[in-house]
């Protein structure tokens, strides 16, 4: 048993290695191509880095729905936006205090609690089958041409340039597909091995998604946003997160749901989506009061999910 531990902690580790790597070298590419086109910094956090970094999640969970179960691709989904918002904003608001751009309030957090309140109600039947997949993918659309609209008639301002432009357009787009490949090989070992580790433990599938694959999984968004606060664009570490748990659901729910209808358990209904829905709500509250995230909103954040994680335990 111990050697078999010990060979799935491997395994796992070199799948979130490969995941972050992979997430680092897709960010990279893919920022600087955006802002090469001339989007503004908070649009370029909130759809190209936010689905730059969604991307580890649409593998893992795609790739479990097909080869293991749903469990693990729903469990990783909730995980994920829970973790983005209890554990990568709480500990960039500690690092440095999050401002709330009105844009960021009026065009995107809305996105975020309606999908959010939509997986919850497309849940309460025990299941989200293909059509419900399909609707995912059309309020996707919907929102994609929503930030298109929005991108036209709002011009960058000419300081906006914190990510370097140097490199040709050929050099990025090769570190996006080195990204990707990277990612595939991550997402596989990553669910091999935080399955197998903690299965071996007694473990069940949902609990490995939301706990460790989840984690794992948030890795690139903790990445952007604690870098994004250290260099001080603050608007880009909320856009980042706002837009990667819009990707998580209406994207990565919507296609694996496509794939293969997604089973719900009462208990993932009563507890872990009742809880998606509760720290986005709180969220917003935080944002809509100061027009910031503040220290003792990230304390506040970081103790939540910790508090959640707790719980979780059997």
Known sequence: MMNGLIWYGVVLLFGLLFLYAGAELLVAGASRLALNFGLRIATV??????FATTAPELFVVTAGALTVSTDIGLGTIIGSNVANIGLVLGLTAVIRPLSVSETVLRRHVPFMIFA?????????????????????????????????????????????????????????VGLVVAGMVALV???????????????????????????????GTCLPELAASVVGAIRGETGFSIGNVIGSNIYNILAVIGITALIIPI?????????????L??????????????????????VVLITGYTAFIYLLFP
């Not at 419900?132 to 996707?140: A, C, K, R, S």
């Open 116 to 172: 959010a309140v939509l997986l919850l109600l497309f849940s309460l039947d025990g299941r989200i089958d293909r059509l419900e997949g399909v609707v995912f993918l059309v309020v996707l659309a919907g929102f994609t041409v929503y930030l298109l609209y929005y991108i036209r008639t709002d011009p960058p301002m000419l300081s906006e340039n914190p990510i370097n432009r140097t490199g040709s357009t050929a050099r990025n």
């Open 277 to 298: 829905v509760v720290f986005t709500l709180v969220l917003v509250g935080m944002m809509l009061r100061n027009g910031k995230l503040s220290r003792v909103d990230g």
């Open 263 to 275: 089973s719900v358990s009462p208990e993932t209904l009563r507890f872990e989506l009742v809880a």
């Open 45 to 50: 956090g909130v759809t190209v880095i936010a």
């Open 185 to 215: 090989i991550g997402s596989r070992w990553l669910i091999d091995g935080g399955r197998g580790l903690l299965s071996t433990m007694g473990f069940s599938d949902l609990f490995i998604g939301v706990t460790v694959i989840a984690i």
